[in-house]
């Protein structure tokens, strides 16, 4: 934990005359309460997950941590084909009401104050279950097979296992896969080869009307 010096702290002054006053100790932010980390997550797993799971998505993981006197709780959601900024917004609100929901019945998940974020997974994300495989179809990726490190491009997934460069491999023979990141060379890009031809008929238009805005 990072210990912070006291704020407004000041050099000490000289006085004249009369008892020095010894300062008044400042007040300390209190620290979040201690919870068994293990037992609550496994509290939240099992409000929220119904949510998730009516609301479309999956939930990929539940991660809790300390910040000064309260609580963060991270949840990471995903879905076929992505999850944007307005779903994590409204997968967000029916976990907080889920949350809520469930301290009103007496139900204690929480201890404290926390604060909630939603997201989801970035493409450091190991790629363990099928599904995470199969949304990651077409990408370069790193895994290791019956001890021996391979990379290739991912062709296919299914619930059985994965193609990789044209090789077919159960998932009982995969370790975690890691995605790639691919920085595609400027002389293998592709160019329109009408480029050229647009930018003459654009210096073409400007002797015209012009487009309304």
């Excluded at 100790?25 to 620290?31: F, M």
């Excluded at 963060?72 to 949350?99: C, H, K, T, Y």
């Amino acid at each position: 934990m990072t210990q912070r010096g006291r704020a407004g702290a000041r050099p000490g002054s000289r006085h004249t005359g009369g008892r020095g006053r010894e300062a008044a100790p400042e007040p300390r932010t209190p620290a979040a309460p201690r919870i068994d980390l293990v037992a609550t997550k496994a509290r939240v797993r099992a409000v929220i997950e119904p949510v998730v799971a009516a609301a479309g998505y999956d939930l990929e993981d539940v991660s809790l941590s300390r910040a000064g006197r309260r609580h963060v709780v991270r949840v990471l959601v995903d879905a076929d084909g992505g999850v944007n900024l307005d779903d994590v917004a409204v997968v967000s609100r029916e976990i907080s009401a889920a949350l809520d929901a469930a301290e009103e019945r007496g139900e204690e998940i929480i201890a404290g104050e926390y604060q909630l974020e939603v997201g989801s997974p970035g493409v450091d994300r190991p790629l363990m279950l099928p599904r995470h495989w199969r949304r990651n179809v077409g990408r370069l990726v790193a895994v290791t097979v019956a001890g021996r490190g391979l990379t290739g491009r991912l062709t296919a997934a299914d619930d059985d296992g994965i193609v990789l460069d044209g090789s077919s491999l159960a998932y009982s023979e995969l370790g975690p896969g890691k995605v790639q990141i691919e920085f595609k060379r400027l002389d293998e890009a592709e160019f329109d080869e009408d480029e050229d031809e647009d930018e003459d008929d654009l210096d073409d238009d400007e002797d015209g009307e012009g487009e309304e805005r």
